[in-house]
């Protein structure tokens, strides 16, 4: 089976010159399996034009979806977020608590419900519907909403990951409140505190999502012993070595929003794990550790002198020479 990976292609904030945008799409056609790692768009007028562009692109392609943070964006929330932290502590906790309003109540055996509280109660949890929606009309299978995805032998698991300010570097002595505040002192501010809604301190809501993946992987333990790979997807990075530190505090404050590393102490834990794979940087690494292979093969964000179709070919070009093999480094490609 050929996969094919990718993530970020930010659809509304990119300008694309049209036909770039077909051809990332029609890219797709070539894998049995296209992974997309989040960052699609944060208009959510987009999503259902752009699911049925990529269905209709690779008709015979088995598509998964996870949540990217821009994904999960509120511009501007319909009514103020009820604070949802004490709720959310009991379910990591571990009590059972009245989910009643889980939509998919056969989810309960595989997922996290921590995570499907946020999903159901948060305004950003609210935001997934719309996303879920085109993805159901579109055949594309949304992790963060659907849960585990099993096609023979092969398991594909995961969610958004979130993040909760362990990748910060203590040597600089920025007090909590400023990470908190997703707001450097004197300096910019990370866009979700603005823009994303969980309902609850951003340690909670990593630690939901991280409960959920562990869910999906024990449900695969149990119920599926036929499984032998397991490919895991984030969009936040999920192990330090996907963290870029620049020794620049400028930068290196806002590392403390790009992932957690306990996933990946999760996933080094099962030897079915085999790839994972993770988005959100913008920049394409590759790194293994032990028997787990990660992967980010971003899109990122276009310059305003890349609106001019001229001038995109040449930071496309990267160097190639030629903009189709300049697309291909947008996607990460393996064999299952
Ligand atoms: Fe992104
Ligand atoms: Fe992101």
């Given at each position: 089976m050929r996969v094919g990976c990718s993530s970020d292609w930010h659809i509304d904030l990119n300008h694309f010159w049209p036909r770039a945008l077909d051809r990332l799409v029609e890219r797709?056609?070539?894998?049995?399996l296209f992974i997309f790692a989040g960052?699609?768009?944060?208009?959510?007028?987009?999503y259902r034009e752009f699911c049925h562009k990529l269905r209709r692109a690779a008709s015979d392609t088995e598509i998964v979806f996870v949540v990217g943070n821009h994904d999960i964006w509120?511009?501007?929330?319909?009514k103020p977020q009820r604070d949802l932290t004490e709720e959310l502590q009991l379910y990591l906790a571990g009590?059972?608590?009245?989910?009643?309003?889980?939509?998919?109540?056969?989810m309960r055996d595989r997922r996290g419900l921590a995570y499907l509280l946020l999903l159901e109660r948060s305004l950003s949890g609210y935001k997934t519907e719309a996303l879920s929606a085109a993805c159901i009309e579109a055949d594309i299978h949304l992790l963060d909403v659907w849960g585990p995805l099993v096609m023979g032998k092969t398991a594909i698991v995961g969610n958004c990951g979130w993040y909760d300010?362990?990748?910060?570097?203590?040597?600089?002595?920025?007090?909590m409140l400023q990470y908190k505040a997703k707001q450097l002192r004197g300096g910019g501010t990370w866009m979700d505190a603005r823009?994303?809604?969980?309902?609850?301190?951003d340690e909670l809501v990593c630690e939901a999502m991280l409960q959920d993946v562990q869910a999906q992987l024990e449900f695969l333990e149990r119920d599926?012993?036929?499984?032998e790979n397991i490919i895991v997807v984030n969009?936040?990075?999920?192990?330090?070595?996907?963290v870029k530190v620049k020794g620049e505090i400028s930068w290196d404050f806002?590392?403390?929003?790009?992932?957690?590393?306990r996933y990946s102490q999760l996933y080094q834990?099962?030897?079915?794990?085999q790839q994972v794979i993770f988005g959100h940087t913008h920049f394409r690494q590759h790194f293994q550790e032990g028997h787990v292979k990660y992967s980010c093969s971003p899109f990122g964000y276009l310059s305003r002198?890349?609106?001019?179709p001229l001038a995109l070919r040449q930071t496309l070009n990267e160097g190639t020479g030629n903009i189709e093999k300049a697309l291909d480094t947008k996607f990460f490609e393996f064999n299952i």
């Open positions: 797709v056609a070539r894998f049995d960052d699609m768009s944060h208009d959510k007028y987009k509120l511009l501007e929330p319909p009590e059972k608590g009245d989910l009643v309003k889980v939509k998919r109540q056969d300010y362990s990748y910060r570097i203590p040597e600089y002595e920025v007090d823009f994303a809604f969980w309902g609850a301190p599926h012993p036929e499984v969009h936040h990075v999920p192990h330090p070595s996907g806002f590392n403390a929003f790009i992932g957690c590393g834990k099962s030897s079915r794990v002198e890349d609106e001019n």
